[in-house]
Structure formats: C-alpha cells, structure tokens
C-alpha cells in the first residue's frame, strides 16, 4: 500500500498515529517535498503548525528506522510564489499530482481536497481534524531572563563575557548599573538566547517580529527582546525592555487643554523627546483616551510595543514597507493612527501622506528640543505643508510634558524685519500655554531658516545672525576682499570692505548697492576696514588658514549645478564655508544634497574656492 500525506494530517500527527496502531504496517510513505518547503515556511515565520509538522516527519523517520514503514521523500520543492499560494489550493494541487503519479492513496484531514481528489479519481483516506477538548488552562509560560527584572528594571543588558547590566527607576531618572557579580559564559548566553526564541514561538502571548542572520526580535507579553549574534555582532548579546509604568492622560500637564485639542477635530501631532524620556507612555495614554471616546485608533509600530488595549489594532511592516501599510490604513480609515517612531525619510512622508488624507495622526519622534522635531520635516515636506502635516509638537522630558507648541502659517514680515514688500508666508511656531511666539520658519533670500524669537541674555539673535550671513554673502558676490558685517539695528547695517572693494559694491550711481538692499530689506552703508572702530579678530583669520570646523565635503561639478553630497543631513540647514569664511546657508534636500545653479553669485563664489582649492566644510546653521 502506498500514502501520500498532505500537510493537514503531517502537522496533525496522523501518520504516525496509524503506524504505532498498526493500520500502516508496511507501507510506503510518500512525503511530497513541497509538503516539507510548507512547513519549513510556516516555522521559519515562528507558526506552531510548521514545528509540530516538523516533528511529525522526525517521527515518521523513526519509524523507517525501525523497519514498521518505508519513507520516501518525492516531488520538487514548491517555489516562492506557490507556498504564498498555498491559501488558493497551489500547494494541494501538487500534493494531488504526486498521489495521482503513485497511485498513492490520499490521507488529508481537508475536506475540500478530500473531494476535489475524489473528483479527479484518486482514492482517499479522510480523517477528521484533531479537535483540542481540553478546558484546562494552559500553563503559563515564562522567560529565564525575567528572574532579573524588578518592579522598577526598564530594560536588561546581557552579553557574553560582561556582568549583567540593567537600567532601573523612575522615568527620566534611570540608573544603569551592574546587577550580578559574576560574567555570562557564552553557553548561558546561548541557554537564553534560545530560550526567548522557543518561548515566543510556544506562547500564544509572543510572536517572533525580526528574523535574518544574526538578529531575532521578539515580542512576548510586555517584553521586547533583541537577540543579537556573530555575523551581525562581534558576541551573543541579549537586550530586553519593557514598560515600567502605565499612564493615563489625567497625569499629565495641559491635560485638559490636549484633550480638548485631539477631540475637536483629527490632527497631526509629533511627540518628541530624548531616549528613555517616556514619548512611548505617553503615546500609549493618548491613544487610550482617544480610544475611550469613540475615536478609531490604529497604531504603525515596528516593532510593535505599544502597550495598548485589545480594541486597538497594531500594524506592522506589511510587504517591508510602512507605506504599504499606510495604503492598507486607507482603507481601513482610522480616525487617528499612532505612529511609533518616525525615524526615516520614508517614514515622514508615510506621516504627511496620510496626514493629508485626513488620518489623524500623531508620531513618536526622537529629538533634544522641540523645535528639533519639526525641523526634521524641513526638507522632506515642502514648507508651506508643514502646519497641515503638523499642527502641535509635544515635548517630553523625564516622563513628564516640557512643552507644547502650536504650528500654524501666517502670512507676514518675519520678525527682524521691517520692509513691507518681505512680507511671506511666516511658520510660526507658539507656546501653547502662554501663547508666546517662539520659532519663525520662512524662506530668506532663497534659503530656508528657523530663528528663534525673544532671546534674551544672547549677544546675537537668530534674525541677526541670518541677516549677518545674508549680507556678508550678497557683499561677497561683488567684493573681492574681506568683508566685514555691523548690524544697527533691525533694518540697518554698516558693511566694511577693501578700499580697492568701494566702487565695485556700491557699483555705478550706487545701482549695485540699491539692489542689494532691495533684495534683503535693509538700509547697508558701505565703508573701508580703515573707518571700522572695532575690527575683526584675528581670530577669523586663524579659521581661515588653519583647520575649519565642521565636515569636509567635496563639491562635484556638472553642466548645470555644483553640488555637495550630504546623505546624512537630509532635512537640516547648514552653513557651507570655504577655508572657515562662510559663503551661504541652505537647507538640505530630500536627495541628501545642496544644488547650487551655476552662473548664480553662490556657485561663482562656491567655484572660485574650488579653483583655489580652497577646503569646503558645512556646519550646521
């Protein structure tokens, strides 16, 4: 007699059942391959059915061993698209084939191969599923690795030949420090390593989110847990993490304020702050405030850790891509999505996209101030969108809200200046407590600037500062000499230059000069570093001929632009300089460059330092 099993009664242990009773003493058992590339499929995704299939094939082994039945493994291995297809019958279709070819009878627990194998002529041997009748509660599973985790551990740190860490407090108070005496040998560390893995993959309370070589991530419980291993780390390293405190939105300031703001109507809002600050609490208690009034809540987390109810659905990666999940989001419409973290330039515009489909959404930015969260979508949004992609910044520090500002455009003159015709569309940024204006984006003079507003106790304001640059630049353009810049005042400035300079900046009938102040606003008087009563240090000077700060970089030169490669400032404003003197600020684009056209005053002043071989740096602005 020959079988041929599909994967229904392999992963059910049929086969073996009928061998140990005797019903297929001396049989032939053929095992499809593609009944094997299923299971290994299914296991390696973490699924319990692909192990227990696996198992059922070591039993069958032992079987043949022994002599009770003949195993034969026939057929070719299913390809990628096929084990996909396995909903749609791809992979029962050759398990069908096979048993035809052998003449084979057929053993399925599958009612509808049962009768489309009926329907072809094939005999058939159909069992019922195995059924789980048991009430008992299922024993409760547990990780070695929690014996080390107190009521107040946040996180645990192993690894092979090093003590024991963990970071331990209260929120923004954390300690980390050594919590045994003695270094982990590389078998304990390899004791754990499979025990987190096995763990998740047994309890129906974890699942495994990351597997490649060299890195598992598993979720179990409240539990993250990162298994590192050689290639991808130079020793086996375990890191776990876990909530140590549950909030609502009552515990926090401006509650009623904040509750006011999510309700009336969907909006975009980044929760920033640093690393351990409690952004993610937060985020969990938002959420369940809105969930608790009747808001749809949805969250996009990889990995997924929020600790959220069961009314609230969390996504993953689907496909690879967050952006494919943000069209499966679409179509589900919540009311508001959580987005944990917001870290990539794809990830900024996944927020805007849906943001601007009407979602409200509210994302988990890592950032040292506040205004540093908005800035980072300068450059991946076009900055008249900013407001409707944001409209509130929270900021947390040591679990507790800093400060909330209000994101809105106006169309104005930016502060610091004064001439009607600069009037633009302003980004201005306000304490949401007191009201207080705090932060201006707009673009000057073709370049994108954050000032910030009401500085006092600083020598310069942001606004000088720009205005500072702007004019050295502009003046720069038409000078061949050192320029000095003095501001007086918001809309006037003294500009000191190389006597040899004078006629070429203030130009014919003081054309030149009159067009300079018509672009920038201001008032400028022109006069020679002689009538300078307090003349740049020589400090400048050693800028210039020693070793400029900031990073190196090394223009390239096409037909219609020079440009400087910066793949890991997308996003920021940065000053570009030439042996220490500044020549300009721009803003980074979402290509991870600044493009300067040629034939502008910028890209002769970039080149002619080229020429020079001058060395070019960028710092941040």
Sequence with gaps: MNVVPD????????????????????????????????????????????????????????????????????????????????????????????????????????????????????????????????????????????????????????????????????????????????????????????????????????????????????????????????????????????????????????????????????????????????????????????????????????????????????????GGSMENTADSLLMVRPDYTIYDEVRKSSDFETFADMRLAGVGMIGVVHATRAIDALQRLVGRVELGMIPQVVDTVVYIEAGQIHTVYDVETEVKVPAGLTAEDLARPVILISDTETGKPKYEIYTFNRQVVTVPLDEEGEEESGVSRIAKQEIEREIHSVARGHVDVELQGQDRAVVYVEEDDISYVIGKGGGRISEIEDRLGIDIDVRTHDENPSPSTSSDEETSVGSPQGEVVQPEITSRHVVLRLDEHVGDTVEVRADGDYLFTATVGRGGDVQVSRGSAIAEQLEDAIDRKQQITVVPA
Excluded: C
């Design 7 to 318: 994967t229904s009664v392999v992963v059910d242990g049929r086969v073996s059942e009928r061998v140990a009773d005797g019903r297929y003493e001396g049989v032939t058992v053929y095992v499809p391959e593609a009944v094997v590339g299923e299971l290994e499929a299914q296991a390696n995704a973490g699924y319990d059915p692909g192990w227990e299939g696996l198992e059922e094939l070591q039993r069958l082994a032992d079987h043949a061993d022994a002599g009770e039945i003949s195993v034969e493994y026939v057929g070719s291995r299913p390809s990628t698209g096929e084990v996909e297809g396995a909903a749609e019958g791809d992979i029962d279709a050759l398990i069908r084939e096979i048993a035809a070819e052998h003449a084979a009878t057929l053993l399925t627990s599958d009612g509808v191969q049962a009768e489309v194998a009926r329907a072809k002529g094939i005999d058939v041997d159909y069992v019922e599923p195995v059924v789980d009748t048991e009430a008992a509660e299922p024993e409760e599973d547990t990780l070695a690795i929690e014996e080390f985790f107190t009521d107040d551990t946040m996180s645990l740190h192993l690894r092979s030949g090093t003590r024991p860490k963990a970071k331990r407090g209260d929120l923004g108070e954390m300690r980390y420090e050594q919590i045994a005496d003695e270094p982990t040998s590389d078998e304990q560390m390899a004791e754990w390593a499979a025990d987190v893995i096995e763990t998740a993959r047994a309890s129906s309370d974890g699942f495994i989110e990351l597997s490649d070589e060299g890195m598992d991530i598993v979720q179990y419980r409240d539990y993250r847990v990162a298994v590192a291993r050689p290639p991808f780390a130079d020793a086996v390293e375990i890191t776990a993490v876990r909530p140590v405190a549950k909030t609502v939105l009552e515990d926090y300031a401006m509650a009623d304020e904040l509750k006011q703001r999510f309700t009336e109507r969907q909006r975009g809002v980044l929760i920033s702050g640093s690393p351990g600050a409690g952004k993610s609490t937060f985020a969990q208690a938002v959420a369940e405030f809105l969930n608790d009034n009747d808001f749809a809540v949805k969250t996009m987390e990889k990995p997924r850790d929020l600790q959220v109810g069961d009314e609230i659905t969390q996504y993953t990666e689907l």
